[in-house]
């Protein structure tokens, strides 16, 4: 018995070890040897990750695998995209299918300690709010007693959904529906008086799936808090924290008015916070392991915070989100950068 | 008597055709479509009801159409109330392609003939000896070839960027090429006369056959990661074939087992009185005559596995079902799902339907010799 184990036990290794992918302990320098990126993606979700009509992937979600690859390599264009549905993409990320989990995943503590992962900042804020048609006359959430609400199942949005009419004391009759076609269609039809998901969903059904946008209110209430950002797993701090400083140097390089288009101008600015950042005063590169200039080429090639925000969700874009939470926080908002320095 | 005998007047009698009404096409009509008062307005009804249904997808899918808007607000306001065929000719070589680079779509492209002519060519009854090996060999060597690259100056392209009609094609066809001879030779197993052999395949078809493809496909793809040790990790594409190998192997099985069953005793013992070893029994009496009987099941169950691989969305492998959806996400498009949805149910029907003429025109020429 213990001499077959021990036999199985030698092949597992002989396997893992023809195969040439072991880990050598460090996740950065596998994907430095590697030369690219592995970053999990979402299957398909308009404004976070997605492929165009040429494939090739687009999103706020993407642009942040994109960032980092800008960092590290130098070229945005180092990334390998994995998409992974919502069942894969923890094992995928722990058992190193992938290196960057940035997938419209909500950091949750459970999540961040026993599943093994890290997660490295907050990409999108999101929170789960109501839409109602503006002839209920309804304007606040408290006021939807005894409503029918569009929900789709299986998700945190159900749950929220019935534990906040539970602690407001107020009964709901729920219309469940699995596809978000579908869903949508049963609310501008009048079947529920309610529809409930995430706030960057709402506005984006409201944008897109009416020809009457004015007739519908989004109410004020955010009923839950949904912090979207990406995590990487485990046993690599340095690589968590080449992650985590790309998500940051976005939102500072807004912060200080660095662009895409004036980057190159932005070099001989007098700010020594901003020579800081363009690496213009050395240092901050080398203590990431990265090129000293490599925030230059995040911003060059991918944009800062507001740049990206901007192209996929923003105003400009089928999503029309407004900014809100995902403000700087100089602005009312919590994008908030710890000092590059 | 003697008429007959003097043999003249069956030359000169000529038969009356039939009065009109009751042969050809209004023949046809009378005698099945209004035989009677109540057939003639069930017809009616039925015909009036056709031709409304039919009509109102014709007036959308081409009267009120359109094929050159930029985008779906554009077709709203262009053809309400028709198929905005735009948003597919937008996004065709997504569909078709995926995710692979854009700029070497002819990769797929051609790997997709390869496959096609591979195939085409295995249907023709004059190769199905050495050479049907060669032509496997030379369409699957070009096809894969030309996805993964890496050789004669090709690029290298992962399995993860490998999306719609090749994987879709690749699935099914390797799928069922490999679940072939597995079902083959678990069906033998389970009807063989050694116990381990027999419990062997009896547990792998049973197993495989009490457990829905979706749950297989998922532990292929998120438990078995996390048995391998950390960091050693097999393409996910390799692991979704490899579930639909052994999935389609159970049921394959099952149907050639079947076919086993239904063979005359008298054959095999035939066999046995001629003094042939058991594998020359089976590969040259007993199989061929089981696999012939069995075409229409194994058609059948080839046509579903082949919508079946569809299911690998649910572990993030793009198929043409699947990049078909990734196309609706645009919400450039949105509201125009049912578009794609329809023109992929015509090209899965079209290959569906080749396969179930392919498998009558099959059946007629090995009852050849049966027919009388």
């Known amino acids: 018995m213990l001499k077959n184990f021990v036999a199985a036990t030698a092949a597992m290794v002989a396997i893992a070890g023809f195969a040439g992918v072991a880990h050598a302990g460090k996740d950065l320098d596998t994907i430095k040897a590697r030369g690219s990126v592995l970053c999990g993606v979402s299957t398909g979700l308009a404004g976070f990750s997605m492929a165009d009509s040429q494939g090739k992937w687009t999103g706020l979600d993407v642009d942040v695998c994109k960032a980092v690859a800008a960092a590290l390599f130098g070229d945005s264009g180092k990334v390998k995209y994995v998409p992974l549905s919502a069942q894969q993409r923890f094992t995928a990320l722990q058992s190193g299918e992938v290196d960057l989990l940035s997938r419209n995943t909500t950091w949750t503590l459970t999540r961040d300690t026993s599943l093994g ?81 995430d ?66 101008e932005m070099k001989s600015s007098a700010n020594p916070v901003i020579k800081r950042l363009l690496g213009v005063t050395p240092g901050m590169g080398k203590m990431l392991g990265v090129d000293e200039d490599w925030i230059v080429k995040i911003v060059k090639q991918v944009g800062n915070y507001g740049e990206a925000f901007e192209r996929n969700v923003g105003k400009a874009t089928p999503l029309k989100l407004e900014r809100g939470l995902n403000a700087l926080w100089t602005q009312g908002g919590l994008q908030y950068a710890p000092p590059i320095r | 008597m003697t ?169 099914a066809t390797y799928g069922l090429a490999f679940a072939f ?39 292929a793809s998120v438990m ?32 050639v087992r079947g076919g086993l069953q239904a063979i005359p005793k008298g054959q095999y013992e035939a066999a046995d009185a001629l003094g042939l070893g058991y594998a020359r029994k089976t590969f040259f009496i007993v199989l061929p005559q089981a696999l012939q009987v069995v075409i229409p099941p194994l058609v059948n169950t080839f046509v579903g596995f082949f919508k079946d691989t569809s299911l690998v969305l649910i572990i993030g492998i793009f198929d043409l079902l699947n990049a078909g959806e990734q196309a609706i996400v645009d919400r450039n498009w949105s509201g125009f799902a049912n578009e794609i949805h329809v023109f992929l149910a015509m090209v899965y029907f079209v290959m569906c339907f080749a396969m179930s003429r392919y498998s009558k025109y099959l059946e007629r020429e090995l009852n050849k010799g049966v027919r009388r």
Not at chain 1, 144 to 166: K, W
């Open chain 1, 199 to 264: 706030a960057s969903g709402l506005a984006a059904t409201r944008a897109t799936k009416t020809s009457a946008p004015d007739d519908y209110l989004i109410l004020p209430e955010i009923i839950s808090k949904e912090p979207l950002g990406p995590a990487v797993r485990h046993g690599d701090d340095q690589w968590a924290d080449l992650v985590r400083w790309t998500l940051y140097a976005m939102v500072e390089a807004e912060e200080y008015g660095v662009t895409s288009k004036n980057v190159e």
């Open chain 2, 3 to 171: 008429d007959i005998a003097s043999g003249a007047a069956p030359a000169t009698r000529t038969s009356r055709p039939p009065p009109r009404g009751e042969a050809g096409a209004i023949g046809w009509l009378r005698k099945n479509l209004f035989g009677g008062v109540g057939d003639g307005l069930t017809t009616i009804v039925l015909l009036a009801l056709l031709v409304w249904g039919l009509w109102g997808f014709v007036e959308w899918a081409v009267v009120n159409a359109n094929f050159s808007a930029k985008s779906g607000p554009e077709c709203t306001a262009n053809s309400p109330g028709g198929a905005c065929w735009a948003f597919v000719r937008d996004k065709y070589r997504l569909i078709f392609f995926g995710t692979f680079p854009f700029e070497q779509h002819w990769r797929p492209l051609f790997a997709c003939i390869a496959l096609f002519a591979m195939l085409i060519a295995s249907c023709d009854r004059r190769f199905w000896n050495w050479r049907l090996a060669v032509i496997w060999l030379a369409g699957s060597g070009v096809a894969l070839t030309l996805m993964f690259g890496g050789v004669f100056g090709l690029s290298f392209v992962e399995t993860s960027s490998w999306g719609g009609l090749p994987v879709t094609l690749i699935l």
């Open chain 1, 117 to 197: 992962l890290n997660f490295t900042g907050v990409v999108y804020y999101d929170g789960q709010g109501f839409m109602v048609a503006k002839k209920l006359g309804v304007k606040s959430a408290r006021e939807l007693n005894g409503a029918t609400v569009c929900v789709q199942p299986g998700t945190t949005t159900e749950l929220n959904l019935a534990d906040y009419f539970r602690a407001n004391k107020m009964t709901f009759k729920p219309v469940v529906i699995e596809r978000l076609e579908e869903v949508e269609q049963a609310f501008f039809s009048g079947r529920c008086d309610v529809y409930t998901t």
């Open chain 2, 224 to 255: 078995l990661p996390l048995f391998l040790p950390s960091g050693f990790t097999i393409d996910k594409f390799l692991r979704a074939l490899v579930a639909v190998v052994l999935f389609a192997g159970a049921y394959i099985a099952e149907i």
């Open chain 2, 181 to 219: 001879p597995l079902g083959i030779l678990a069906a033998l197993g389970r009807r063989s006369k050694l116990p381990l052999i027999k419990s062997l395949c009896v547990g792998y078809i049973e197993l495989i056959r009490g457990v829905p493809l979706i749950s297989l496909l998922i532990m």
